[in-house]
């Protein structure tokens, strides 16, 4: 199949797909697609769920999640658990794991799971429950990695607890990757996490100390070190547009992860939802504790696509920051146009207006 009359991110040219994935060999039908911008299929690494489906719960429906977001343009994800007693996230890590091996033709493929805690601080829980952090501790840590099968690509730790170091070494002998995260490190013990095999920040701005010039604390040591991928919520919420500007500033389009954090009232209209046991309200399109605390993204990515463009980032900068950084981080064949690549993509109009989704070369919307 030839999709032709396209504007790819690099410019214009043409698309070729056969058996699913992307080729250099011209044959099959020529489909237009009408002058519209070309872009991979994005990839979600830090998403707590959406379309009325939490993640964290055993009976969560990942199949309809994953074809909500699909229908969005996320062609990949990580389901995201917050911080769960030790039962509660064995449940729920395996029956993530049960829906990755049967998912359907029009549904965005589970490529991990990111564990967002309980190797977390207290003083920087924001909507976690207090009641299930923990500090670092490897033999629960491989009991949730043992119950994924391979599945658990990333885990948000707070950096200065003890044992957080020794967990890094060790994590990344099982694939896991450490990002930091709901924290109160000091910029020192931040470095010395990098040094010790950290190479992400969750949420950056959220979930840990506020810059201070004399106290740059993890927000310094993540924006200002090489060797550190920063996530960025980009629903305009959780960050203000020039917040965003600096961390794109700071980091350049290859050292940022765009997420949306999204939880399960993500992708419907306002109204009460409930989230680890906790009441929460979306109003406008802002999710709240009673409290007003914000407790995750009502957004799915395609808003911080819409967002990103709207700033300014041009549409090949923000399919890195949407799509192939994203990929790239966690090992996943997703968030690229090239050649053999899976064909997952999207069509956009200039506004970042979804116009049509591909799933392996396949068109669901």
Known sequence: MIFCDLKLPSGGGELFVEDGVFTDRPSGERVSLGGKRVLPGMVDTHIHGAFGEAFDHADADIHAAARGLARH???AFCPTLSALSEEDALSAIRNIVEAARSQGEDE???VGIHLEGPFVSPHRKGALNPDNLRTPDLALFDRLIDAGEGLVKLMTVAPELNGAIALAEHAESRGVRLSMGHSVAT???AKA??????RRATHIFNGMEPFSHRAPGVLGAALTDDRVVCEMICDLVHLDAPAMEIVLRCKGFDR???ISDAISGAGLADGDYELGGMSYHIADGVAKFPNGTICGSAAT?????RNLLAMGVSHADAARLTSKNAAEFIGADAGTLDLGARADFITVDEHGGLCGVWLAGRRII
Do not use: K, M, N, P
């Open 256 to 258: 940022v992860i765009a």
């Open 108 to 110: 965005a493929r589970v």
């Open 301 to 305: 990515l395609d808003r911080g696509l």
């Open 73 to 75: 343009g996320v062609t």
């Open 187 to 189: 910029y020192e013990q």
């Open 193 to 198: 996490a990098v040094d010790g095999g950290f």
